[in-house]
């Protein structure tokens, strides 16, 4: 298991933005390095979708929804991960989550609220 830290999240009017960063404080470089890793995002009451993802290389792919508002990149470096979220809508309300998909570690979550 990886130990993911996120931050980041906060409360913001439509239209706004945000960055959330996902840190793998414990971790030696070579198993984050390793591994594609994911965005995802779990609203009241829903199941948690996958939002954004990147692999080792630093390809990188989004939900429909987020495609040209949200933008996933890794330092590999700093063994962290970030999403910068522009434009956002109420329907992007929800606890926004890390996942090392290599070891299947989740971080706590960070809440992201916007409101109309």
């Known amino acids: 298991q990886v130990l993911l830290v996120e931050s980041g999240g906060g409360s913001v009017e439509a239209g706004g933005s945000l960055r959330l960063s996902c840190k793998a404080p414990r971790t030696i470089t070579s198993v984050f390095n390793s591994s594609p890793m994911g965005w995802y995002r779990q609203a009241p009451g829903k199941q948690r979708d996958l ?6 290389g630093g390809r990188t792919n989004y939900t429909d929804a987020v495609k040209g508002r949200f933008t996933i990149s890794r330092d590999n470096s700093r063994k962290t991960i970030y999403l910068q979220m522009s434009s956002l ?4 309300t929800g606890v926004y989550y890390c996942h090392h998909i290599g070891t299947m570690s989740w971080g706590q979550g960070t809440q992201v609220t916007v409101s109309s």
């Open 51 to 56: 939002v954004a993802q990147i692999t080792t």
């Open 89 to 92: 809508k109420p329907e992007d």
